[in-house]
């Protein structure tokens, strides 16, 4: 009889606290955290390289800064951010030591999970597919 009741009160708290969404909102929060660290890193290079934004052409009059939503990575049709900035001051190693991944599906340099662009208003959007709040977009 103990047991019985010992195991119902056990499963009942499993239930009630729910070990899968509190797993989930936590990968959301460190994907909120991590598009907060890219976010910095790039306006930390901007402020240091008179407003302009990493970019990876190698031409200082001239950016392939995404002006759409574009993933970061070195797979082809995503943007390098880690290669991104003037000869010895890329944003990797310099103003990030990596790119942060995201937690489930960022498993790989080629495609980290996240996504960035510049808008008309020269504002930086970045994102992530979150589990539980969907969308995940910091913009600044």
């Known amino acids: 009889m ?3 009741i010992i195991s119902m009160l056990a499963s009942l708290l499993i239930v009630a606290v729910n070990p899968g969404r ?7 929060t460190q994907r909120s955290t991590d598009l907060y660290a ?8 901007s402020s240091e390289h008179s407003g302009a934004w990493p970019d990876t052409d190698g031409n200082p009059v001239t950016s392939n800064f995404p002006t759409s939503a574009t993933c970061i990575g070195t797979n082809p049709g995503c943007f390098n951010l880690a290669a991104a900035g003037v000869a010895g ?8 030591a990596s790119l ?6 960022g ?8 996504t960035i662009y510049v808008d008309a208003n020269n504002r930086i959007h970045a994102s992530a597919t979150g589990e539980i709040e969907g969308t995940i977009t910091i913009t600044r």
């Open 2 to 4: 103990t047991i019985a």
């Open 100 to 105: 942060p991944q995201d937690p489930t599906t």
């Open 107 to 114: 498993n790989s340099p080629g495609n980290i999970g996240y």
């Open 38 to 45: 890219l976010l910095s890193a790039i306006y930390q290079y």
């Open 89 to 96: 001051e890329t944003i990797v190693p310099v103003y990030m």
């Open 22 to 28: 509190q797993f989930a909102k936590a990968r959301d």
